[in-house]
């Protein structure tokens, strides 16, 4: 097996390793719910919002992955211009969607974030 043939099979493997982490962690993530709901007897103070929480962070962690994937088949396999560019689009597009789970998440901007943990006294960078 040439050096193009093993970086296609890492990066498909890569791949469904992230497609696992999404779909194992929905399923974690789920059945830590139901667990709640059923032990405080279908009160759903907070469950909900934390389910989206969770299930948010499996969703950016498995996209990691599947952008590894990518990254990994698409520059070690076949570094055309095309190859490249397509990537480059696939990058954008699942670096918008981690944004804004990422947004959506922690309920505010990364730069809000970050102001809000400086002590009030100290100057901004």
Do not use: H
């Amino acid at each position: 097996m040439d050096l193009a043939g093993i970086a296609e099979a890492v990066g498909a493997c890569v791949d469904l390793v992230g497609v696992a982490v999404i779909v194992v962690g929905a399923l974690v993530v789920t059945a830590v719910l139901a667990g709640r709901l059923r032990r405080d007897g279908g009160r759903r103070q907070g469950a909900y919002r934390l389910y989206r929480q969770n299930l948010g962070r499996a969703i950016l962690l498995g996209l990691e992955f599947l952008v590894a994937g990518d990254i990994i088949r698409t520059v070690a396999a076949s570094p055309t211009f095309t190859s490249v560019g397509v990537l480059a689009l696939i990058v954008a597009v699942r670096t918008f969607l981690s944004f804004s789970l990422e947004v959506e998440l922690e309920g505010s901007w990364p730069w809000q974030r970050r102001r809000a943990a400086r002590p009030p006294d100290t100057p901004e960078v």
